[in-house]
């Protein structure tokens, strides 16, 4: 391996690195976790427990003035909260009288990692209403209490009234199946309450419960998504707290989304104006983040305010069934690595998935079929090296002739015998940069894929997460309190195929060593990172061993040596006209050695 050929792989494993560090957490992030499980910790040495889940039966006993009854809506300032239950074979909708809101959602079909009902959010971190004025007071309908009038077993009718003849009713209707849940706001007489040209402005927040074995994996996929309407879908900082104003365009619907899954909320007619917020409570070892909407939406032509919650996985082909786009919440990778995923691996992937085959035996195939379709180019770089290596008796004789005193020279009759021999020096690298981008694609393809989520394999409990052989409680920077087995295995036969290449390319010296730090430093960054992934990378090296153990058979050196010669014996064509790459890069050391030159 010659120097151009070290700088392009080294130039390779820059731009990995630099990709795993821009994804990395922050010094910050990781100073809040940190906080975070030493406030856990000590809440828990003093005996303290969180608080529960399930959201009170009834509201907290009020005081309110005797005036304040008689005022506007004097009949729903005070009351006790009732819960009323929609429910289908997907979701358990649970609603509360308190605000007319969706108190809380449990998905059926799922488990947290722990085995528990999955319930996306309850309780007092999530609120949803308007504010109405009268007789110059704002009212906020999330602390006022509504009244059931009309219920029925997947649909229900919570009136706010004013006045016989002033009211808003929400109506929600849950389908016999799917994870939606329509919600229709319909004022009554309240067109001076609400003003504002008939503009409703809804709040709605939400903290969302954990539901991974990883907090910090989990935050990172987290955060409030959006899209404009007949635009693309945007979403605020994964890494960071973040607010938001939208008001140049229409808002079609809003998410506040976990890493697998969704609570959206979708206007028909669209949000006029959107202020948006994420941010992370370090304190809490229970919810994810804490996420926040202000949306401004008009009515349509009937006067109400039609809307429509998803409750729901992150799987891809579901989201896509609900329309609306909401499967560009899943994270593909950026740039060409997002349609990579999208229309070659994930096609694949559904299409053996369609087999109903263990997961691990998916992955395998998969990388079968990626390795036989990236065979050619595997080929051609193999018999690069090959080439390169068969020259470098005579590139050492070269350069025992010249010497390292002079590079540029050096570097022109290395050049002048790659023409002679017909060998291109980076036709070892140029193979394996094209291959990059599916591999990188990969890397963001595995953490999102919902599939993996909770599915076993051999002694991987779930390819959504890392396998712990080996944990402690104190976090180790890089490493943090676990080892990966899988990680573990990755890495070993990462290093096993830098020994056999090194032997294969015949790299001496510095260029020799390398190697073995890139997957060292991969280890710790893929730690904590789904086993599926790291699973797919071993597969991988494995695999590379056999199609490199195939072609040696198919190579002969004596063969590539006896073609070179031949090569170098051919008279050069005066009439060939060089690339425009080596032309370029002749004219470039013939300026160095000018430039050496005059130096001297």
């Not at 077993?153 to 939606?180: C, H, M, W």
């Not at 025992?400 to 036709?427: M, R, S």
Request: aromatic share 12%; net charge positive; proline share 4%.
């Amino acid at each position: 391996m010659d120097r151009n050929t070290f700088t392009g792989l080294f130039l390779i494993m820059l731009i990995m690195v630099g990709g795993f560090y821009l994804i990395k957490p922050s010094a910050e992030e990781i100073k809040k976790e940190k906080e975070r499980t030493e406030a856990a910790a000590a809440a828990s040495k003093n005996g303290k427990k969180p608080a529960a889940n399930k959201a009170v039966a009834t509201a907290a006993p009020q005081t309110v003035d005797s005036a304040a009854l008689k005022g506007p809506f004097g009949t729903a300032i005070a009351g006790k909260a009732q819960q009323i239950v929609l429910e289908n074979s997907d979701v358990k909708v649970e609603l509360s009288t308190l605000g007319g809101k969706v108190e809380s959602v449990e998905l059926k079909g799922y488990k947290t990692f722990d085995k528990k009902a999955l319930v996306l959010f309850d309780g007092d971190g999530n609120t949803f209403g308007t504010t109405v004025s009268a007789a110059g007071r704002n009212f906020n309908t999330a602390t006022l209490y509504f009244a059931p009038v009309q219920a029925s077993k997947n649909n229900v009718t919570l009136r706010l009234s004013y006045s016989p003849t002033q009211y808003i009713d929400y109506t929600y209707t849950l389908a016999e199946k799917g994870f939606k849940l329509d919600l229709n706001i319909k004022p009554t007489g309240m067109d001076a309450l609400i003003g504002n040209n008939g503009v409703l402005n809804l709040n709605w927040a939400a903290s969302l419960h954990k539901q991974e074995k990883d907090m910090t994996q989990e935050r990172q996929f987290s955060t409030v998504y959006y899209k404009l309407l007949n635009d693309n879908v945007e979403h605020l900082s994964v890494s960071e707290d973040e607010q938001k104003d939208v008001t140049d365009k229409k808002v079609e619907w809003v998410s506040f989304k976990q890493h697998f899954f969704s609570n959206v909320l979708i206007s028909k007619t669209g949000f006029d104006k959107a202020k948006l917020a994420v941010s992370t409570d370090v304190n809490t070892q229970t919810d994810v983040k804490q996420m926040k909407a202000d949306l401004a939406v008009a009515k349509d032509a009937s006067g109400a305010y039609p809307l429509e919650f998803y409750f729901g996985p992150n799987r891809f082909s579901t989201l896509k069934d609900q329309g609306y786009d909401l499967q560009d919440q899943v994270d593909m990778g950026w740039g060409p690595l997002k349609y990579i995923n999208r229309f070659a691996v994930l096609p694949i992937f559904n299409a053996l998935n369609a087999f109903n085959w263990n997961y691990g035996i998916i992955i395998l195939v998969l990388t079968i079929l990626l390795k036989v379709v990236l065979s050619p180019l595997t080929y051609k770089s193999y018999l690069s090296m090959a080439k390169m290596r068969v020259l470098k008796p005579e590139m050492d004789e070269i350069k025992a002739k010249v010497g390292e005193d002079n590079p540029t020279l050096l570097q022109q009759e290395y050049l002048k015998l790659y023409k002679k021999a017909g060998v291109n020096p980076l036709g070892g690298c140029l193979p394996l940069l094209l291959q990059m981008p599916i591999v990188i694609a990969f890397f963001r393809f595995f953490p999102s894929l919902f599939e993996l989520r909770g599915e076993s394999f051999l002694w991987m409990k779930d390819l959504s997460t890392y396998d712990a052989v080996i944990s402690w409680g104190q976090t180790i920077p890089v490493l943090g309190n676990h080892i990966s087995l899988m990680c573990l295995l990755m890495t070993i036969s990462t290093l096993i195929y830098t020994y056999f290449n090194n032997q294969l390319s015949g790299a001496t010296g510095q260029m020799k060593y390398i190697g073995y730090i890139t997957p060292l430093i991969f280890f710790g960054m893929l730690n904590s990172y789904p086993a599926g992934l790291n699973y797919y990378y071993f597969l991988a090296n494995m695999l590379t061993f056999g199609q490199q153990y195939l072609i040696r058979l198919m190579v002969d050196d004596k063969k590539i040596h006896a073609k070179i010669q031949e090569n170098k014996a051919k008279p050069e064509d005066p009439k060939k006209k060089k690339s425009g790459f080596s032309a370029r890069l002749e004219e470039m050391m013939r300026q160095q050695q000018q430039a050496q030159q005059k130096k001297k």
